[in-house]
């Protein structure tokens, strides 16, 4: 039998799901952060897509390494742009989700379900 080289698998991925208006949230900007002590660096930025999802992984092959990452969605300009009239602050805005990836050979999904007045996430597949 020949020996298999190991290779990195795993993947990060998400998706936003409008709740309040029961559909995908469609052009929402993501942006992701790798976290090291107090240090907060852009790993990448994107758009959902009309399907509320982004085009491609957030994180896939070498760049994919266990730690601590933070996702951040810009939710109040969503809904603002979907025309929700929202406080002025609004009750969410820029909406964080902070997060450990410990096994870099598997696919870690995080959605976020989403209001103007509330979220909630989990580990997807």
Not at 23 to 36: C, F, H, K, N
Not at 93 to 98: G, T
Request: charged share 20%; net charge negative; aromatic share 10%.
């Amino acid at each position: 039998m020949a020996e298999q080289q190991a290779s990195h698998q795993g993947r990060l991925t998400t998706h936003v799901l409008d709740t309040a208006h029961g559909r995908p949230g469609m052009g929402i900007a993501v942006t992701l952060y790798r976290l090291d002590g107090d240090r907060r660096s852009i790993v990448a930025e994107t758009r959902t897509n009309a399907d509320g999802r982004c085009d491609a992984p957030l994180l896939a092959g070498d760049e994919f390494r266990p730690g601590t990452y933070e996702l951040v969605f810009a939710a109040g300009a969503y809904f603002r742009t979907a025309g929700v009239d929202l406080p002025d602050p609004p009750f969410l805005d820029q909406v964080p989700i902070r997060f450990g990836i410990a096994h870099a050979d598997q696919h870690y999904h995080v959605p976020l379900l989403i209001s103007p007045w509330s979220y909630s996430t989990y580990r997807g597949s």
